[in-house]
Structures are given as structure tokens and as C-alpha cells.
């Protein structure tokens, strides 16, 4: 049984771009968690999924940010119009029900 | 709104020294978990627990509901123990996702 994937591991943009970040969950899993670690700050909570639905997205900020756990297919964290505070890594975690399992992080460079 | 709060922020240890990481919180919680994230930045996750202790090779962990405390020890510590350890709390029913991190104990385990 495959961890938590994530991709990809390193992601460089420019200002304005967008970015994808995919999680693919392990297997069995159907809850899927996003977290985003700013530099030099703890990890912070952004959104939490099941299959096909956002169940608290309190931790999302209100713009440019989206996720989805499509039915089949990994989750997505989409941010539109990249800028320089958005640079952090981002993780994602999958549950089969409370235990948490992390991916290995997306690492998210604006320029 | 719940803290998390972590003691010691940083810690250097000899290798063989018995070490303790504690954690303090301030609402109740359906599950405290303790997390391991590398130099290289990947997290792994080490215990969840809502009562008791959980003993996992040279990792114990202790929670005490009622005082709203938890505590990691390592014992015969390595240097590969050196890690950043973070405790989280969650609270179960729809937020059971919406963590809430401490800002982690950086350990160093000289040889």
C-alpha cells in the first residue's frame, strides 16, 4: 500500500501564474486534508474533503485558492494568480477515518 | 479558540539521553497527535491518542485529559532522531480535519 502521494515535489512560478497541486490519497482513504506551512511558521490547517465534497474549508483563504476530490482522480489544490506570499509548502494527509497520514509536501516557489 | 502550546522550542541532547517534548493545550480535544517532520521537510505521523499512553519502538507518548497535557519521550535518543516534532490537536465530528498545530520542538542529537 502505496503513502500519501504528492506531485509535484517542487513547483516554480511566476506572479500571476497558477498553480496545481495534486494529492493522491492512499489507498482505502477517503478523507483528504490540505495544510500549508509558510516558512519559518507552524503547519496550518486549509481545508478538509471527502470524495466529491469540501465538509470545512474555514482554513482556505477567500480568493484564489480552490480545491476539489473529484470522484475519481487525485485532489487538487488550485491557486490562481500566484504571488509571492503564497511561496510555503504545502502538505495534504488522507484518513480512512481520524488517523492522519501526511504526503511528502509540495514546495511552492513564486518569483 | 484553542492554543497549542509546545516546551522546549529547541533542544540539544547527547546521544543516549532520555528526552521528553511536552505539550499543553487549552479546550477539549477528541485526539492529540504527534508528528515528525525532517530536515528534508516530509512529515511523518508517529502516535494519535485520546487517553493513555502509545509506545511505538524508543517513542513513548503520554496524554492526560484531564490536565490537558501531553508528552513525547525518546528514549536512548540518536542522532536521527534530530527532527523537528510537532503536536496537533483535533476535535473530531465535521472539523475532525481542521488541526491545530504547535510550532514544534527542533531537536538535535549530537553524537
Known amino acids: 500500500n502505496a503513502g500519501v502521494m504528492q506531485n509535484p515535489r517542487h513547483l516554480v512560478r511566476r506572479r500571476g501564474q497558477e498553480a496545481r497541486l495534486r494529492c493522491s490519497p492512499m489507498?482505502?482513504?477517503?478523507?483528504v486534508y490540505w495544510y500549508r506551512q509558510l516558512p519559518e511558521e507552524g503547519l496550518k490547517f486549509m481545508v478538509y474533503l471527502q470524495k466529491e465534497n469540501i465538509i470545512d474549508e474555514s482554513g482556505m483563504p477567500k480568493e484564489r485558492f480552490s480545491a476539489e476530490f473529484p470522484k475519481e482522480g487525485p485532489s487538487i489544490l488550485r491557486i490562481q494568480q500566484v504571488v509571492r506570499g503564497d511561496s510555503a509548502a504545502y502538505f495534504c494527509?488522507?484518513?480512512?477515518?481520524?488517523?492522519?497520514?501526511f504526503g511528502p509536501g509540495t514546495r511552492l516557489t513564486v518569483l | 479558540k484553542n492554543e497549542v502550546e509546545q516546551s522546549p522550542q529547541n533542544l540539544t541532547a547527547q546521544e543516549g539521553e532520555f528526552i521528553t517534548i511536552n505539550c499543553s493545550y487549552s479546550?477539549?480535544?477528541?485526539?492529540l497527535h504527534w508528528l515528525q517532520q525532517h530536515p528534508g521537510g516530509g512529515i511523518v505521523s508517529l502516535f494519535m491518542l485520546s487517553s493513555g499512553k502509545k509506545k511505538h519502538g524508543r517513542l513513548i507518548a503520554t496524554i492526560n485529559i484531564q490536565e490537558k497535557h501531553s508528552s513525547l519521550h525518546i528514549t536512548a535518543s540518536h542522532p536521527r532522531d534530530s527532527a523537528v516534532y510537532i503536536c496537533a490537536v483535533g476535535f473530531g465530528g465535521g472539523s475532525q480535519g481542521n488541526l491545530i498545530f504547535g510550532k514544534g520542538t527542533k531537536l538535535s542529537v549530537k553524537p
Open positions: 494527509a488522507s484518513s480512512p477515518e481520524f488517523e492522519q497520514f
Open positions: 489507498k482505502g482513504h477517503s478523507h
Open positions: 479546550v477539549g480535544i477528541s485526539a
